[in-house]
C-alpha cells in the first residue's frame, strides 16, 4: 500500500512513531557522543587506508595534537619509526574481520616522547556486514608499565637478596591440621648446601630434610602455631647423607588467606665444633682449678700442721695462744679450698654449709662442756671465693671469740649465727654471755682479732654494728661484688 492511499490518522500514527524512535537514536548517540567525548581513552576512527577520520579529546590528552592537526592524516605517524609494519599487520587483521583486545605497544606523541599503551581495535562494519573502517581505543598505561617496572626491579632485588643470602632460606603453608606442607619456595643457599635442585625441592617438605630422630619438629610447630614465631637447633640431612647442625629462625605469617612459614637455617657447624672446643678447655680448665684448690688446701693444712709441731715446743701460754689462732686460721681457710675442689661450680661455695662446718669445729676445739649452746639460722647461699675468704676468717674470729671470752666459769649460754639475704647480705654472731668490755672500742682494739675483723669487713664493702643489749651481738652488713678470677 502506497503512502498516499493511506488513512491520514494511520500516516500520523507511523510517523510519531519514527520521529519517537529517531529521538531515541538521536538520544543514544548523544550519550555515546559524551563518553567519547569525556573519556579518558583515546578513541579514534580510521579508514582501511590508514587514515584517520575522527579524533576525541582523550586522544588529543594523549598524543596531544589536535583534531584538525590529526584528522586526514595517516595513523602511521603516531607509529614510532622502527615499527611502521605494525600498521599493516593491524589492517590485515580488521580487514579479516578480527578484533585485537589490549595490545600493549609503543606510540608516539607529538613532541616525538614515546608512550604505552594498551590497544583495542575493532572492524566497523556496514548493512551489509562489510568492513568499511576501523575503531581503536587506546589507553595510556605508562604509569602502570611504570608501576610494574618498580615491581619487576623490587622483585629481583628481592630475588637477589633471597638467593644471595648466607642461610637456606624455605617457605612453606601450613595445612588445616597443623602440618607443614611441601616447600613452595627455597632458596639457592638451601639448593647447595642439602644438595637438591631447587625443582625437587618444591617436591619435598620438612620432615623430608631432618633426621627422623629429631624430636623437635612437632614442638616447632606447636610453638609457632601458638606464638607465631619460633628459634631452636635442629640437624638438616643432606642427599648425600651427611648431618649439618642448624639454628631455624621460623615466623608465621598470612599470605593470601593462607598459613605460611619462613624458616631461615643457619648453619652452625663452626659453632658446634667451637662449642666442643671451649666445652673441652673448660673442663682441662676446671680440673686444673681444682687440683689447684686442692693443692692450696694441702698447702694449708701443711702450714696448720707445722704451727701445731711448733707449738710444742712454746711453753709461753700466750705464745702458743697465738701459734694456735694462726692454726685455726689457716684451717678456716683451707676448708673453703676443700669446698671449692668438692664443689660443682668453681665460682661459688655455699656458705651455709661452710658456716655449719667451720662452726662445730670451732666448738669441739674450745667448748668443754655442755654448757653453750649453738644456734644456727643459715641457708643455702652461694658465694664467690673473693667475699668467702674473708668472711670464712670472720666467722673463724668471732665464733671463736665468744667461745673464748664470752662464757667464763662454765657460764652457761648460747651464741646464735644468722646468715641470711635480701637485698643484701647479713651475718652475725650474737652470744648471751658476759658482754664485750665496756672500756674498748670495737673499732681500735688492741685484740688482733678484732683488729682483724674489722680490716676482712672492710675488705668486702661492709659495715659492722656491737649491739650490748643481752650479751653481745656483731651485725655485719654488705653487697657481695662480681666474681673475679684470683691470681693464684
Known amino acids: 500500500m502506497k503512502l498516499h492511499d493511506r488513512d491520514p490518522e494511520e500516516l500520523l500514527t507511523l510517523l510519531q512513531e519514527k520521529e519517537g524512535k529517531l529521538q531515541e537514536t538521536m538520544e543514544e548517540l548523544k550519550y555515546l557522543k559524551s563518553i567519547v567525548q569525556n573519556t579518558e581513552d ?21 598524543y596531544g595534537y589536535t583534531t584538525s592537526e590529526a584528522v586526514g592524516n595517516s595513523v602511521s605517524m603516531l607509529i614510532p619509526p622502527y615499527n611502521t609494519n605494525e600498521l599493516s599487520l593491524i589492517l590485515a587483521w580488521i580487514k579479516s ?38 575503531s581503536t581505543i587506546a589507553r595510556d598505561i605508562s604509569n602502570h608499565k611504570k608501576m610494574e617496572l618498580k615491581i619487576q626491579e623490587s622483585e629481583e632485588k628481592f630475588r637477589e637478596v633471597f638467593n644471595n643470602a648466607n642461610d637456606a632460606i624455605f617457605l612453606n603453608p601450613l595445612k588445616i591440621e597443623g602440618r607443614p606442607g611441601k616447600f613452595i619456595e627455597v632458596n639457592d643457599v638451601a639448593c647447595q648446601r642439602l644438595g637438591y635442585t631447587r625443582e625437587e625441592l618444591l617436591e619435598m617438605g620438612l620432615e623430608d630434610v631432618t633426621i627422623k630422630e629429631d624430636s623437635h619438629i612437632s614442638e ?55 662449642e666442643v672446643m671451649l666445652r673441652n678447655s673448660l673442663e682441662e680448665k676446671e680440673l686444673l682449678l681444682k687440683e689447684i684448690h686442692h693443692r692450696v688446701k694441702n698447702n694449708l693444712n701443711v702450714i696448720s700442721s707445722l704451727l701445731n709441731l711448733q707449738s710444742k715446743y712454746i711453753k709461753d701460754k700466750a705464745a702458743l695462744e697465738v701459734f694456735k689462732e694462726s692454726q685455726r686460721r689457716a684451717r678456716s681457710m683451707a676448708l673453703i679450698h676443700k669446698m671449692l675442689y ?26 668443754t662442756g655442755e654448757n653453750i649452746k649453738l ?46 639475704k635480701n637485698n643484701q647480705y647479713y651475718f652475725s654472731v650474737a652470744d648471751t654471755g658476759v658482754g664485750f668490755p665496756e672500756d674498748i672500742d670495737y673499732h681500735n682494739a688492741n685484740s688482733l682479732g678484732i683488729r682483724l675483723v674489722n680490716t676482712l669487713v672492710s675488705q668486702i664493702d661492709g659495715t659492722m654494728e656491737l649491739y650490748q643489749e643481752n650479751g653481745t651481738c656483731f651485725k655485719i652488713k654488705f653487697s657481695e661484688e662480681k666474681f673475679r678470677d684470683l691470681s693464684l
Not at 239 to 258: A, C, Q, T, Y
Open 42 to 62: 583515546a578513541i579514534i576512527g580510521i579508514d582501511l587506508d590508514g587514515s584517520i577520520i575522527s579524533w576525541n579529546p582523550g586522544a588529543e590528552e594523549i
Open 375 to 420: 644456734n644456727m639460722e643459715v641457708g643455702d647461699i652461694l658465694l664467690d671465693i673473693n667475699t668467702a675468704v674473708p668472711l670464712g676468717l670472720i666467722v673463724n674470729e668471732l665464733v671463736s671469740n665468744s667461745l673464748k671470752h664470752a662464757f667464763p666459769d662454765n657460764m652457761e649460754g648460747e651464741i646464735t649465727i644468722e646468715f641470711n
Open 220 to 274: 616447632f610447630i606447636k610453638l609457632i602455631t601458638s606464638e607465631k614465631t619460633a628459634t631452636f637447633e635442629s640437624i638438616q640431612l643432606a642427599r648425600d647423607g651427611s648431618k649439618i647442625p642448624v639454628e631455624i629462625n621460623s615466623h608465621l605469617f598470612i599470605h593470601r588467606g593462607e598459613r605460611m612459614i619462613l624458616s631461615i637455617a643457619r648453619d652452625i657447624t663452626r659453632r658446634k665444633e667451637n
Open 97 to 134: 574481520g578480527e578484533r585485537v583486545d589490549h595490545y600493549e605497544t609503543l606510540r608516539r606523541r607529538k613532541d616525538g616522547t614515546l608512550v604505552d599503551i594498551s590497544l583495542s581495535i575493532s572492524p566497523v562494519m556496514d548493512s551489509d556486514d562489510e568492513v568499511v573502517s576501523v
Open 342 to 367: 668438692q664443689s660443682v661450680d668453681l665460682k661459688c661455695i655455699n656458705f651455709g654449709e661452710y658456716i655449719q662446718t667451720l662452726s662445730r669445729e670451732l666448738f669441739q676445739t674450745y667448748a
